[in-house]
């Protein structure tokens, strides 16, 4: 297996990436990663002798995050991200992996490795952890701002057989993100997708308020673009701002700091559950290649998981496994 990893990418580049796919590299002898990006940058945190399942492609150009994705990926053609992507599209590798800029690694992923035959808009999935000890898979997170019913059916689809074949979720619960949990609650995107979920060969579950996605309401959620964004955003921040009030609380006198070490173990836990470098990357779910997406600030434990996740895409075979789905679904409708 041969996995594409942008070098370049995210905020801690190229030093973190680097160090997450030598360990990976070291762990399994099965896995080559290709490094994409200034070999002069990669070469300075690896050691002199490259291990047999590690590679290095040059690429001199790097796409930043706060540039325009449609611009940049057009006029940067030997970006890091750009190569990555044309690596896979080419079938040089059997998957890319990015902590970059979330909107140019969807246009580079439209550009090069295109859409998934039947599918009409990609999606970008989130891991958003339950109290249940598993995590419920959320797209789109931001790939798509507005979305048709259609496109929803075949996020669920989507979603519903990557947790079950990546995650190992059986036969996952699948809800709709909504204002309620009353059928016909909603607007009219919501109120048109909901009876196409329900007729789907999908364990539909309903309605799911956002209040109740942390409890572990459903396996898979779906929802629009911009409501998936927020909703990502608002969890991020709140966990955010927990933790700081958790901290500050905790060192203000002598006796908070003595019930801080007593719960220190649980604490640790629980702040293990929420960390995003635990679960690795996000999907990109309907491109022909498997694409993963990393958190921007991913360190090298997130990069590693990120390129085990890309792994097990590819081990799964879900890219044909949605095809066959959705090729299914269609033929049943006719």
């Not at 891991?127 to 898979?137: A, C, D, F, S």
């Not at 500050?248 to 019930?259: A, D, H, M, R, V």
């Given at each position: 297996?041969?996995?594409?990893?942008?070098?370049?990418?995210?905020?801690?580049?190229?030093?973190?990436?680097?160090?997450?796919?030598?360990?990976?590299?070291?762990?399994?002898?099965?896995?080559?990663?290709?490094?994409?990006?200034?070999?002069?940058?990669?070469?300075?945190?690896?050691?002199?002798?490259?291990?047999?399942?590690?590679?290095?492609?040059?690429?001199?150009?790097?796409?930043?995050?706060?540039?325009?994705?449609?611009?940049?990926?057009?006029?940067?053609?030997?970006?890091?991200?750009?190569?990555?992507?044309?690596?896979?599209?080419?079938?040089?590798?059997?998957?890319?992996?990015?902590?970059?800029?979330?909107?140019?690694?969807?246009?580079?992923g439209l550009l090069y490795a295109k859409r998934m035959e039947g599918i009409e808009r990609p999606a970008l999935a989130a891991y958003i952890p339950n109290r249940k000890g598993r995590v419920t898979l959320?797209?789109?997170?931001?790939?798509?701002?507005?979305?048709?019913?259609?496109?929803?059916?075949?996020?669920?689809?989507?979603?519903?057989?990557?947790?079950?074949?990546?995650?190992?979720?059986?036969?996952?619960?699948?809800?709709?993100?909504?204002?309620?949990?009353e059928e016909g609650k909603g607007n009219d995107l919501t109120k048109h997708v909901y009876p196409l979920l329900k007729a789907a060969d999908l364990h539909f579950v309903g309605n799911v308020e956002a209040?109740?996605?942390?409890?572990?309401?459903?396996?898979?959620?779906?929802?629009?673009?911009?409501?998936?964004?927020?909703?990502?955003?608002?969890?991020?921040?709140?966990?955010?701002?927990?933790?700081?009030?958790?901290?500050?609380?905790?060192?203000?006198?002598?006796?908070?700091?003595?019930?801080?070490?007593?719960?220190?173990?649980?604490?640790?836990?629980?702040?293990?559950?929420?960390?995003?470098?635990?679960?690795?990357?996000?999907?990109?779910?309907?491109?022909?290649?498997?694409?993963?997406?990393?958190?921007?600030?991913?360190?090298?434990?997130?990069?590693?998981?990120?390129?085990?996740?890309?792994?097990?895409?590819?081990?799964?075979?879900?890219?044909?496994?949605?095809?066959?789905?959705?090729?299914?679904?269609?033929?049943?409708?006719?």
């Amino acid at each position: 297996m041969r996995i594409a990893l942008d070098a370049m990418g995210g905020d801690l580049a190229p030093r973190s990436n680097v160090l997450g796919a030598l360990a990976v590299t070291k762990e399994n002898p099965d896995i080559t990663v290709v490094l994409v990006g200034d070999e002069q940058a990669i070469r300075s945190h690896v050691p002199d002798q490259l291990p047999a399942n590690l590679e290095i492609v040059h690429a001199s150009e790097v796409i930043g995050a706060d540039e325009e994705p449609v611009r940049a990926v057009r006029r940067k053609k030997d970006a890091s991200m750009v190569v990555a992507m044309n690596l896979a599209s080419e079938r040089k590798v059997d998957a890319a992996i990015s902590a970059g800029n979330t909107g140019a690694l969807m246009t580079a992923g439209l550009l090069y490795a295109k859409r998934m035959e039947g599918i009409e808009r990609p999606a970008l999935a989130a891991y958003i952890p339950n109290r249940k000890g598993r995590v419920t898979l959320t797209l789109d997170v931001g790939a798509n701002m507005d979305a048709k019913p259609s496109h929803l059916l075949q996020y669920a689809v989507m979603g519903s057989l990557y947790a079950e074949k990546v995650l190992g979720f059986e036969r996952p619960t699948v809800g709709l993100l909504n204002v309620g949990t009353e059928e016909g609650k909603g607007n009219d995107l919501t109120k048109h997708v909901y009876p196409l979920l329900k007729a789907a060969d999908l364990h539909f579950v309903g309605n799911v308020e956002a209040r109740d996605v942390m409890d572990g309401a459903c396996d898979v959620l779906v929802c629009d673009g911009f409501v998936g964004n927020v909703l990502l955003k608002s969890l991020e921040g709140a966990a955010t701002t927990i933790f700081s009030e958790l901290k500050q609380e905790f060192t203000s006198s002598l006796i908070n700091k003595i019930g801080a070490a007593i719960l220190k173990p649980g604490l640790l836990r629980f702040k293990k559950r929420m960390d995003y470098a635990e679960y690795g990357g996000a999907p990109l779910l309907g491109l022909g290649s498997p694409v993963i997406k990393a958190h921007g600030s991913s360190g090298e434990k997130a990069i590693k998981n990120a390129i085990l996740v890309a792994a097990r895409y590819v081990q799964k075979d879900v890219n044909v496994v949605i095809q066959q789905a959705l090729k299914s679904s269609t033929e049943e409708s006719e």
